[in-house]
C-alpha cells in the first residue's frame, strides 16, 4: 500500500512536466473546449426558478395539490394586510383609500400609466402582470346576505357611495364586526388593520399557446345537438370514452412572483399616507427571496474581494493571486458548461455549486502554491519546486476530491430532481476543480511565475517591510486610525468581521512560523490534556447534536426587522394568520357532497380542528358554513336555523340559491357534479415541524369524523393539501433527507480515510478530528437551540467538506512522510511545518469568507455561513493540536513497518 | 316600424313574403341596426310565448371532430311563459318553472328585463323545499355582483340579458361565412361603466343574415382571452320566428357546456299579466290552472 502510495506521489510530482511537454497542446484544447462551454451557457441553460420545483410531484399530496387547482383555481395570493394610520379602517379617509386602492387593482387598465414609476429597486414595472389577477376582494366590494321581507338580498357593507354621517359609519363598522366571515379576514377586532385578497390564476394559467380542442379545424358539435325526435325526447349523446383536454399549466417562477408582486406594489403604494401595507402570500415571500439572490451575488462580489486581498497578502505575489482564480473559473465554467450541453434541467441550487467549486478549489490551488512557495523559499528554481509542489500535496488533493465528490454525490440519493442535479454538477465540479489544478495551473505559472522570494520582492513584500521600518508608537497609532475608521464607516456587525479578518491576517502573515514551530512541543507537554479538551467538547456536541430540531419556518427564515417577518407577525397577531392549507373532499359520487349526513361530518371535523388547535388555527371554512349560512338567511335570520338541514331536497335547494347567485364562488367550493369540495384553513405561521405533527393529527381527526359514512362514501377520499403546507412538508422531508445523507457521506468519507491510510487504527483515528468540525456546527446549533431548516442543510456538505479536507491534507501528508522518513516525530515536525502554513492559509481565506455569509439577509444562509466559519476554524484547531496529541499518544504506524515511534521533536527537528 | 313588426311577432306569418325585400335592406344596414332586429328576434321568442325547455350540462372532449359530452349530462327542463311589455315591447318579464329533477321540482324564477340600461333587472327565486320566495339582487345592476348562473348552468343571466344597446360601441367587422350560412360578424364593446359589470369585455356575433339568428358568439375577457362560446343549431321558424332550437355554450376555460334545447315554442299566447306575478311561484294550484288554460291555447 504505502510503496503504491508513494509511487502515486510520484507521479503527481512527475504531472507538471509531463503536461508543460504538451502545452500549446493543452492549453489551446482547454481554451477552445471553454468557448464552447461558454457558448453553451448562454445558448443551452435550462435554468428551472419555478417553486414546483422543489416538489416531488408523485407525492400524494402534491397530486392532490395539482387536482385541486385544476379543480377549485389557484390557491396563491396576495393577502394585502393594512394599518390604517389613523387607527380607523372604517374612517371615511380609509374607507375612501381603500375602495379606490380596490378600484385600482379591479381596473388597472384604465389607469393613468403615467403616475407610476417605471421601476422600483430597479426592477421595471410590467404593467401586463396585473391580467394574473383574478378577483380582489376587501372592505370596499364585501357582500353579506340579508333577509328583508320577502328580499334575499346581497348587500354591500360598505355601499359605494359613503355616508354623510359619521354615525352612519359607526354603524357600518358595528355591522362588519358582527360578520364572523370576514371578521379577521378582511378586519381586524379592533379595526386597526384591514386586508385586500388579491387571488390570482398564477398555477392555473395554460400554457403560453395553448390552443383549445375546440379550435381544431373541422371541429362541430356532435349532431345530437341537432337532434330533435318527438317533442318530448332530445338526449345529447354521451361517452365516458371521451377524453377530455388536459389543460397544462404555465409553471410560475420566482421572477414571474417577483414581477407580479413589484407591479401590484406600483399600485398601493400610492395609498401610503393612509395606509401602512403588510403583504403576505407567495407573491412577496418570492419577491423577497430573489432580493436575497441578488444580495447572495453582492456578498459573492465581497467575497471574492476578500479572497483575493487575503491570497495576496499571505503569497504577495499577484501570479499566486491570478491563476488560481483562472483555475477556479475554468472550473465553474465546464461545471455550469457541461450539464447546459446534456440538457441537464439547472435550477437555482446551481450558486451553490458554485460556492463548492470555489471553496475547494482555493483549497486545491493554495495547497500547491503554498508548498511551491515553502519550496522556492528553500532556494529550488521554478520546475523543481512547482514538481516538488505536486509531489508533495497531489495525493492529498486527489483524496479530498474523492470525499468531497463522494459527499455530494450522497445527495444524488434523494428522490427530487433538483437535489440529484445538484449533486451531479457539484461531484463534475469537485472533479474539475482537480483536473485543471494538476493540468492547467502548471502551465499558467509556467506562463507567469512569482520570482524569486529573496531577490525581487514583490509589491506586498515592499509593503511590508517598510510596515516593519515603523517605530512601535507610529504602529500602534495606524492600527487605532485604522480599527476606529473601520468601525465608524461600517458599523459595528461588519467592522468587528473586517477587525477579525485584519487581526488574523496580521497574526499569520507574521508569526505563522513561530506558531506552528511551538505546535509540536506544546502537543508533546500536554497530548492527554488537549485530548480530553477536544473530547469534552465533541461529547458536549453530540450531545447538542441529539437536541437539534430540524424544522422550516418560512418567516424565521429571515431576520427580525425584515418586510417578511413583520409582515408574518402582523398579519398573526391582528388577523387570521399567514397560511392556509386545505382539506379535499373527493366523494366519487355524482351529487355527494349535497349529503346532508356528509356535510355535518364536514361540519362536525371544521368544530373538531379548531376546537383542538385554537392557537394554530384561526378560521375554517366550507360548503358547510354556506348551507348553514344560506339555510339561516332563508328563514328570517333565526339562529336555530344555523345548521345543516337533514333533509337532501333542502340541502339540494339551498345550494341551488347558492349556485344560481354566486356561480363563481360556487366553482371555487365544490365540483360542477358536486362530487367534491374542500375545507379551507386559516392558520397561523408556523414552522414545518409543527405542521408534520398537524398533519399526521388531522389525518386522524379526518378518519374518526367520516368513519361512519363508509357504507353510503365506500370511496370516499379526504385529503390534507395547500401550497403553503405542501411547501412546509417537502422542506421537512428534504431537511430529513439531507440529514440523513450527510451522515452518509461522513460515513463513506471514514472508509476513504480507513483505506488511504492503509490502516484500521489510523483510519478511525482520522475520523476522530473529521467528525468534530462536522459535529460542532450542529450540535452548537442544537445547544443555542437553533433550528435546522431546509436551506441550512443544503451547504451543510459544503462546508463539512471543506473543513474535513484540511484534516485529510493532513493526515495524507503524515502518512506519506512517516513512509519517507520512518519516523513519528519527524513526520509530525514536517507535516505541521508544510502542511500546517497550507492549512492555515485555506482557513483562513475559506473561513472568513464564509463568515461574510453571516451578514446575509437569508437566515439560512447567514447561520451556516456563520456556525460553517466556526467548524472549519475549529477544523484548524484539530489539525494543529489534537491530531498530533493522538499521534503522540496511540503512535499509529499506519502500516509502516519498523516505525521509530520514539517521540523527541529536539532530534527530529536537528534531523 | 320594422321593429315594431318584428317585435310583435307578425313578422312570422309574412317573412316569407318579406325574405327578398329583406335581404336587400339587409346590406344597408349598420352594425348598431343588425344589432337590434337581433334582439326583437329574441325577445319574440319570448314575447307571449309559453316554451319548454331542455337544459343539458355536461363535461365535453372533442372525439373525432366532434364535440361530445363525456359524462352523463345533468338534465334539467322546464316550461316558461314570458310576455313584452313597456315601449315597443322592449322590456321582458318572464317565469320558469323547474319539471325536473325531482330534487328541484317547483323551483321557480321570476324575471323582469328592462331595455333601459338605467334600470335593474329584477328576479325573484322560489324554493319548493322552502316555501319561500325571494327577491334576489339582481346581477346586471351593480358593478361588483357576478351575473347568476342561470338555473345552474354554464348559461348566466348576462348571457340572456338583452337590450342595453346604448352601453355598447358596436362594430361590423366583415360578411363571412359560418355554418354554411351567410353571416355579419359584428363585435360590441362596452363602454367603461358597462365593462364594469360585465364578464366581457369584447363579444363577437355571427348573426345570419337572412334570419337573424346567431350561429356563433364568443365572448372574451378583459384580457382578450376568449372564455366562452355559444353555438346556435337547428335553426328553424318556430310558429313563424327563427330560431335556435339548440342553443350549446362551452365554458371553455373548465370544459363544460350547457345545451338549452327547446322542445316546444309556442307564440301568440294571451298570458295574463297575474300570471306573471310572484303568486305564480308560491301558489301551485293557481299556476297550474293558469298553465292549463295556456296550454289550451295552442291547442
Not at chain 2, 68 to 87: D, I, N
Request: hydrophobic share 45%.
Amino acid at each position: 500500500m504505502e510503496k503504491f502510495l508513494l509511487s502515486l506521489s510520484d507521479a503527481f510530482g512527475q504531472a507538471p512536466y509531463r503536461v508543460l511537454k504538451f502545452k500549446n497542446f493543452v492549453l489551446a484544447g482547454l481554451i477552445v473546449m471553454t468557448a464552447v462551454m461558454v457558448y453553451g451557457i448562454y445558448t443551452r441553460t435550462t435554468l428551472d426558478m419555478t417553486t414546483d420545483s422543489f416538489l416531488d410531484d408523485t407525492d400524494p399530496a402534491a397530486l392532490a395539490l395539482d387536482d385541486f387547482r385544476e379543480q377549485f383555481g389557484s390557491d396563491e395570493s396576495i393577502f394585502l394586510v393594512y394599518r390604517a394610520k389613523d387607527g380607523n379602517v372604517f374612517s371615511r379617509e380609509s374607507l375612501e383609500a381603500a375602495q379606490q386602492l380596490t378600484d385600482d387593482l379591479r381596473n388597472w387598465q384604465s389607469l393613468d400609466r403615467s403616475e407610476y414609476p417605471e421601476s422600483i429597486n430597479g426592477i421595471p414595472l410590467v404593467w401586463d402582470e396585473l391580467s394574473h389577477i383574478r378577483r380582489v376582494q376587501s372592505i370596499a366590494n364585501l357582500r353579506y346576505q340579508e333577509s328583508v321581507e320577502d328580499s334575499l338580498l346581497s348587500n354591500r357593507l360598505v355601499p359605494s357611495a359613503l355616508p354623510e354621517e359619521n354615525a352612519e359609519l359607526g354603524q357600518i363598522r358595528g355591522k362588519a364586526l358582527s360578520l364572523d366571515d370576514y371578521l379577521l379576514a378582511f378586519y381586524s377586532e379592533d379595526a386597526e388593520y384591514g386586508a385586500i385578497l388579491i387571488q390570482t390564476d398564477f398555477g392555473t394559467k395554460p400554457v403560453e399557446g395553448f390552443v383549445s380542442a375546440v379550435d381544431a379545424a373541422n371541429v362541430s358539435l356532435d349532431d345530437s345537438f341537432a337532434s330533435f325526435g318527438d317533442a318530448d325526447s332530445f338526449d345529447l349523446e354521451f361517452s365516458e370514452d371521451v377524453e377530455v383536454q388536459e389543460i397544462e399549466f404555465e409553471a410560475v417562477d420566482m421572477l414571474g412572483y417577483t414581477s407580479f408582486h413589484v407591479m401590484s406594489k406600483a399600485i398601493y403604494e400610492k395609498y401610503e399616507t393612509q395606509f401602512e401595507f403588510f403583504p403576505v402570500g407567495t407573491p412577496p415571500l418570492m419577491e423577497f427571496m430573489l432580493e436575497m439572490l441578488s444580495e447572495m451575488q453582492v456578498l459573492g462580489m465581497i467575497l471574492i474581494l476578500i479572497f483575493t486581498l487575503l491570497l495576496w497578502i499571505l503569497f504577495r505575489s499577484f501570479s499566486a493571486v491570478l491563476w488560481p482564480l483562472v483555475t477556479i473559473l475554468l472550473s465553474i465554467v465546464w461545471a455550469w458548461g457541461i450539464p447546459a450541453w446534456t440538457g441537464v434541467v439547472l435550477t437555482t441550487m446551481i450558486s451553490l455549486t458554485i460556492m463548492l467549486i470555489f471553496a475547494v478549489g482555493i483549497a486545491d490551488c493554495v495547497h500547491v502554491m503554498s508548498a511551491y512557495f515553502s519550496f522556492r523559499r528553500e532556494g529550488e528554481e521554478h520546475y523543481v519546486a512547482l514538481s516538488h509542489a505536486y509531489r508533495k500535496t497531489g495525493l492529498a488533493i486527489l483524496v479530498t476530491t474523492i470525499t468531497t465528490m463522494c459527499g455530494v454525490m450522497a445527495l444524488t440519493t434523494s428522490d427530487l430532481a433538483m437535489i440529484q442535479v445538484f449533486g451531479w454538477t457539484s461531484a463534475v465540479g469537485v472533479f474539475l476543480a482537480f483536473f485543471f489544478t494538476i493540468v492547467l495551473l502548471p502551465i499558467l505559472l509556467d506562463l507567469w511565475h512569482p520570482g524569486d522570494p529573496d531577490a525581487d520582492a514583490s509589491f506586498a513584500d515592499k509593503l511590508g517591510k517598510r510596515w516593519h521600518r515603523l517605530q512601535r508608537n507610529t504602529k500602534t497609532a495606524i492600527a487605532v486610525v485604522y480599527f476606529v475608521a473601520v468601525f465608524a464607516i461600517l458599523g459595528l456587525a461588519i467592522g468587528a468581521y473586517i477587525a477579525v479578518v485584519t487581526i488574523l491576517t496580521y497574526v499569520v502573515v507574521n508569526w505563522q512560523k513561530p506558531i506552528l514551530g511551538r505546535v509540536p512541543a506544546i502537543t508533546a507537554r500536554h497530548p492527554y490534556l488537549i485530548m480530553a479538551i477536544f473530547g469534552a467538547i465533541f461529547v458536549s456536541c453530540l450531545y447538542g447534536m441529539s437536541k437539534i430540531r430540524i424544522d422550516s419556518n418560512m418567516a424565521e427564515l429571515t431576520r427580525e426587522d425584515s418586510i417578511i417577518q413583520r409582515a408574518y407577525n402582523v398579519v398573526d397577531e391582528n388577523m387570521a394568520g399567514s397560511q392556509s392549507m386545505e382539506i379535499v373532499i373527493n366523494t366519487n359520487a355524482v351529487d355527494g357532497m349535497m349529503n346532508p349526513r356528509l356535510l355535518q361530518a364536514v361540519d362536525e371535523l371544521q368544530g373538531r380542528i379548531e376546537a383542538r388547535y385554537p392557537n394554530e388555527i384561526s378560521r375554517t371554512n366550507s360548503l358547510a358554513n354556506i348551507v348553514k349560512e344560506t339555510n339561516k338567511v332563508m328563514n328570517d335570520d333565526d339562529p336555530a336555523y344555523d345548521r345543516i338541514p337533514d333533509s337532501e331536497l333542502m340541502v339540494s335547494q339551498l345550494l341551488y340559491l347558492f349556485n344560481s347567485s354566486n356561480p363563481e364562488d360556487r366553482r371555487a367550493l365544490v365540483s360542477d357534479d358536486y362530487s367534491k369540495s374542500h375545507i379551507t384553513i386559516s392558520a397561523y405561521n408556523a414552522g414545518s415541524y409543527q405542521y408534520q405533527a398537524f398533519f399526521t393529527e388531522m389525518e386522524q381527526e379526518i378518519e374518526e369524523t367520516f368513519a361512519g359514512l363508509d357504507a353510503e362514501f365506500p370511496e370516499l377520499q379526504v385529503t390534507v393539501t395547500g401550497s403553503m403546507a405542501m411547501m412546509m412538508r417537502m422542506a421537512d422531508d428534504l431537511a430529513r433527507s439531507q440529514y440523513a445523507s450527510l451522515l452518509l457521506a461522513l460515513g463513506i468519507i471514514s472508509v476513504i480515510m480507513i483505506i488511504t491510510l492503509g490502516s484500521l487504527q489510523g483510519g478511525l483515528l482520522a475520523m476522530i478530528p473529521n467528525l468534530i468540525p462536522a459535529v460542532l456546527s450542529f450540535g452548537l446549533m442544537g445547544l443555542l437551540g437553533l433550528p435546522l431548516d431546509a436551506d441550512t442543510l443544503l451547504i451543510a456538505p459544503i462546508i463539512i467538506g471543506i473543513a474535513v479536507d484540511d484534516t485529510i491534507h493532513f493526515m495524507t501528508h503524515y502518512r506519506i512522510d512517516l513512509a519517507r522518513t520512518g519516523s513519528i516525530s519527524q513526520a509530525l515536525i514536517s507535516t505541521i511545518r508544510d502542511v500546517g502554513q497550507a492549512v492555515m492559509f485555506t482557513t483562513m481565506v475559506i473561513a472568513l469568507s464564509f463568515a461574510l455569509l453571516s451578514f446575509s439577509g437569508h437566515l439560512g444562509m447567514a447561520k451556516m455561513g456563520f456556525f460553517g466559519s466556526i467548524a472549519i476554524f475549529f477544523a484548524l484547531l484539530c489539525d494543529l493540536f489534537l491530531i498530533p496529541a493522538m499521534i503522540i499518544t496511540f503512535k499509529p504506524t499506519f502500516g509502516v513497518k519498523n516505525a521509530n515511534t520514539e517521540i523527541d521533536f529536539s532530534k527530529a527537528v536537528q534531523a | 316600424m320594422r321593429r315594431n313588426i318584428l317585435g310583435k311577432g307578425l313578422v312570422c306569418l309574412i317573412a316569407a313574403g318579406l325574405l327578398f325585400p329583406l335581404q336587400i335592406i339587409a346590406q344597408d344596414l349598420s352594425a348598431r341596426e343588425i344589432m337590434e332586429e337581433l334582439e326583437d328576434n329574441r325577445r319574440a321568442t319570448s314575447n307571449s310565448a309559453l316554451s319548454r325547455m331542455q337544459l343539458s350540462t355536461c363535461k365535453f372532449g372533442v372525439r373525432e371532430g366532434k364535440i361530445t359530452c363525456a359524462e352523463r349530462p345533468r338534465v334539467k327542463s322546464l316550461e316558461s311563459v314570458g310576455k313584452g311589455y313597456g315601449t315597443d315591447l322592449r322590456d321582458t318579464r318572464s317565469v320558469a318553472i323547474l319539471l325536473e329533477p325531482a330534487a328541484e321540482r317547483g323551483i321557480g324564477m321570476l324575471s323582469f328585463i328592462y331595455d333601459d340600461g338605467a334600470r335593474d333587472n329584477e328576479t325573484w327565486l322560489y324554493l319548493s323545499a322552502l316555501g319561500r320566495v325571494k327577491r334576489i339582487a339582481s346581477g346586471s345592476s351593480d358593478d361588483e355582483t357576478e351575473p347568476g348562473s342561470l338555473f345552474g348552468s354554464e348559461f348566466t343571466t348576462e348571457d340572456q340579458d338583452t337590450g342595453k344597446l346604448d352601453e355598447y360601441e358596436i362594430n361590423l367587422l366583415e360578411e363571412t361565412v359560418e355554418a354554411g350560412r351567410e353571416v355579419w360578424k359584428i363585435e360590441t364593446i362596452p363602454n367603461e361603466e358597462r365593462a364594469r359589470k360585465s364578464r366581457y369585455s369584447r363579444t363577437v356575433l355571427y348573426v345570419d343574415k337572412e334570419r337573424f339568428v346567431e350561429l356563433r358568439i364568443e365572448m372574451y375577457d378583459q384580457y382578450g382571452k376568449e372564455i366562452k362560446r355559444m353555438l346556435g343549431s337547428r335553426v328553424e321558424q318556430m310558429n313563424g320566428i327563427w330560431v335556435a332550437r339548440s342553443t350549446t355554450i362551452m365554458n371553455l376555460v373548465t370544459n363544460r357546456l350547457s345545451n338549452m334545447a327547446f322542445l316546444e315554442m309556442h307564440t301568440g299566447i294571451d298570458v295574463p299579466d297575474e300570471f306573471l306575478t310572484q303568486r305564480t311561484l308560491t301558489d301551485a294550484a293557481f299556476r297550474e290552472t293558469e298553465l292549463e288554460k295556456l296550454r289550451a291555447q295552442i291547442n
